[in-house]
């Protein structure tokens, strides 16, 4: 009976940890049963993951998952951002025509689109200003990502304020730091605000 808890008991924790266990139960020559346990909980990294570590994994890069998202959803690319949530897709905004805001989700291993959305959430003042800004962009979001790109493999761009200058700027991460892209130059430079 005692051997059966055991394995029962490691069972359950195999299932729930996502790891692996093997018992073993014994008899010994007085007939009594005698149970030897191993377990061994393999690590489940998919949390664990850095956005560097899923870039480095992904055959997509930035500028292809905005590619695949602008064919899908025509419009402008806002952010484009390589989930590490356990999705792990590229998740691209994009804003229409109309001022509609969708969600893109683009496959890291196919670079076709596997989901796409209407993003409902309000935005405030400084969003609405960033997307004014786009308006009389030389950069978009794409050109930014392979400005960038020699940085290091880009993660994620975004429209930020530049605190040092109050205008608006591409910000973008790579596996090599954080940088900023000037919307009207395309000039990369180190993003001091992070560090």
Sequence with gaps: MKRNIVIAALTATALIGGGAAT????????????????????ADDSDDRTDAESAARSDVTAADALAAALRHTP?????????????????????????????????????KV?????????HDSDDRAEVAALKNASTDAREATLAAAAKGTVTEVSLDDDDDSGAVVWSVDTTKGEWKVDLGTGKVTTDRDED
């Design 75 to 111: 419009g402008t690319a806002v952010s484009v951002d390589l989930e590490d949530d356990g999705a792990g897709v590229w998740e691209v905004d994009v804003i229409k025509a109309d001022g509609t805001e969708y969600s893109v989700t683009v496959s890291p291993d196919t670079g």
């Design 114 to 122: 596997v989901g796409a959305h209407r993003d409902n959430d309000a």
């Design 23 to 42: 018992a073993l139960a014994v008899a010994s020559d007085d007939g009594t049963a005698s149970t030897r346990a191993d377990v061994r909980v393999a």
